[in-house]
C-alpha cells in the first residue's frame, strides 16, 4: 500500500482481510477478502465476501460480497449478493442487472 | 419405476474421475437394487471441454450455459429435471458404503420426510450430501438452492445461508423433515473432505486478479485453505496410483501445481509459530489421512503417503 498524493493505492501482490478504505483509494491489484469499500476506485485485483458500499468498480473480480450501491462499469462478477442478499451467479454483474 | 438422479457440479476432470468411480462402483448399483432408475450427471462448471467423455462410461454431462451459469443456478436446474429423488453429492464426497446409502431410503416411507441429510455442515443438514425428494422441493420459492444474505444491512453480522440452508429451513417450517446424519456416523461411512475445488478455483481467480503471491499469502492464514491444500496431496496419491497421472497439475504440468505443491504447503507450514493453530491442523491432517487410507482400501491398494509436519 502506499499514498502517491492523491491517495491510497493498493497494488499487485497485496493482500488485506477485514480492513476498510475510504473514498481516497485505488486499488491496482491487491485481493480484498471481507473488506469495506467505501467509495474509492476499484481498478484491478480481487474482491471477495467483502461489503461494497460505495465508489467505482471498474475492473478486477468481484466474488462472493454484497455489491450494497455505486457504479458497475466493468470487471468480472463471479458471483455475489445484491442489497436484498440475493444471490446472483457468474456474470450476472450490477451492470447488466442495472439495479444500482 | 421411481427414478433417482444422482448429480455434482465438478470443474476438474481429474477429481470427477475418482468421484465417479466410487460412484459408479458403490452408489449405483446400492440404489439399483432397490428398484430405482439411477441417472448419473455431472455438471462441468468450468474447463467443460476436459472432461474426456470415454473416460466416464455411464454419465450424462452437462455444462454451464444460460440458465445454469454456475453450480448455485445447477441446483435449481437439476431440481427441474426429470426424477423423483434427487441426490447431490459433493466433487470431494465418498461413499465408501453405497449399502448403507441405500439403506437409508425407507426414511422416504414417512411421507413428511423431505430429504436426508447424509453429511452435516455444524451439526445441520448441509447440501454435501443431500438426498431429496424433489415433490418436497419444489414448491418452494425459487431460487429454491442457492445461498442467500439475510440482513445485509448489518454486514458482517448478518447471516450467510450456504446452497440449501434456506430450503431446509422453509421445509422444517411447513412441517417436514430433514433426516440429518451426525459427523460421527457420516464418517463411517463417507470420506469427506472440503475445500479441495474451492482451493484450486481460489488459486485461479486469485492469481488472475491479484497475484501469486496474494494467493500464497491468503492460503497461509487460512486454516481450511491449509487442510484443502492438504487433502489435494492425498486425493493426488490416489489419483496417481488408480490413473497412473499427476493431480491438480498446473498450465506448465506440475503435479499439485493447480492446488499448493507439496513443497509450498511444506513452507507455508513451517513459517507458522502459532502451537494451537499446529495442532488443529494436525488433528485435520490425520483424519484426511484416515480417510484417503479408506479409500485406498476400498480400491484393494497401498498408499504411500509423504510425510508433511514433523513427527509426521
Redesign the interface.
Known amino acids: 500500500m502506499e499514498n502517491d498524493g492523491n491517495g491510497l493505492v493498493l497494488n499487485?501482490?497485496?493482500?488485506y482481510?477485514r480492513r476498510k478504505f475510504g473514498p481516497d483509494a485505488v486499488n491496482r491489484?491487491?485481493?480484498l477478502?471481507?473488506c469495506e469499500w467505501e467509495g474509492g476506485r476499484f481498478e484491478?485485483?480481487?474482491f471477495m465476501g467483502g461489503?461494497f458500499r460505495a465508489g467505482e468498480f471498474v475492473g478486477?473480480?468481484f466474488?462472493g460480497g454484497?455489491f450494497?450501491e455505486g457504479t458497475w462499469v466493468d470487471g468480472?462478477w463471479?458471483?455475489g449478493?445484491d442489497?436484498?442478499?440475493?444471490?446472483h451467479?457468474?456474470?450476472?454483474s450490477p451492470g447488466t442487472r442495472g439495479s444500482v | 419405476m421411481t427414478r433417482l438422479l444422482i448429480a455434482s457440479p465438478h470443474r476438474y476432470p481429474d477429481l470427477a474421475r475418482l468421484w465417479h468411480r466410487f460412484v459408479m462402483r458403490d452408489l449405483v448399483p446400492a440404489f439399483t437394487r432397490l428398484h430405482l432408475e439411477v441417472e448419473v450427471n455431472i455438471f462441468c462448471d468450468a474447463n467443460a471441454g476436459e472432461f474426456r467423455r470415454e473416460l466416464f462410461p455411464g454419465i450424462c454431462f452437462s455444462a454451464?450455459g444460460p440458465g445454469m451459469?454456475?453450480f448455485?443456478?445447477f441446483y435449481d436446474g437439476t431440481l427441474q429435471r426429470t426424477c423423483d429423488f434427487l441426490l447431490f453429492l459433493d466433487a470431494d464426497t465418498f461413499f465408501l458404503d453405497g449399502e448403507w446409502a441405500a439403506s437409508q431410503f425407507e426414511a422416504f416411507r414417512d411421507p413428511r420426510v423431505a430429504a436426508i441429510s447424509f453429511v452435516p455442515r455444524k451439526g445441520a443438514p448441509a447440501i454435501f450430501a443431500l438426498l431429496c425428494r424433489v415433490e418436497s422441493y419444489r414448491p418452494l420459492v425459487a431460487?429454491v438452492f442457492?445461498?442467500?444474505?439475510?440482513?445485509?444491512e448489518i454486514?458482517?453480522e448478518?447471516i450467510n445461508l450456504q446452497p440449501g440452508d434456506f430450503a431446509a429451513r422453509e421445509l422444517l417450517r411447513s412441517g417436514y423433515k430433514i433426516v440429518n446424519f451426525g459427523a460421527e456416523e457420516a464418517g463411517q461411512h463417507i470420506a469427506n473432505f472440503r475445500g479441495t475445488t474451492g482451493i484450486r478455483a481460489s488459486r485461479e481467480?486469485?492469481i488472475?486478479?491479484?497475484?501469486?503471491?496474494?494467493?500464497q499469502?491468503?492460503v497461509a492464514?487460512d486454516r481450511a485453505c491449509l487442510v484443502a491444500a492438504y487433502d489435494n496431496v492425498l486425493l493426488g496419491c490416489l489419483y496417481e496410483a488408480l490413473c497412473g497421472e499427476a493431480f491438480a497439475c498446473d498450465e506448465a504440468g506440475v503435479a499439485l501445481g493447480g492446488s499448493m505443491t507439496l513443497a509450498e504447503l511444506r513452507g507455508a507450514l513451517e513459517d507458522l509459530r502459532d502451537g494451537k493453530f499446529l495442532e488443529e491442523l494436525r488433528e485435520r491432517f490425520q483424519l484426511s489421512r484416515r480417510n484417503i487410507l479408506r479409500m485406498a482400501e476400498r480400491e484393494g491398494i497401498a498408499l504411500a503417503i509423504p510425510a508433511l509436519l514433523a513427527n509426521g
Open positions: 499487485l501482490g497485496e493482500l482481510r491489484g491487491a485481493a477478502f471481507e484491478a485485483g480481487l461489503m478486477g473480480t466474488l454484497i450494497w468480472i463471479e458471483g449478493f442489497r436484498s442478499g440475493i444471490y451467479s457468474r456474470g450476472d | 454451464s451459469r454456475d448455485m443456478e431460487p442457492a445461498c442467500r444474505y439475510e440482513f445485509p454486514w458482517p448478518g481467480q486469485i488472475r486478479a491479484a497475484g501469486e503471491k496474494a494467493f499469502k491468503s492464514e
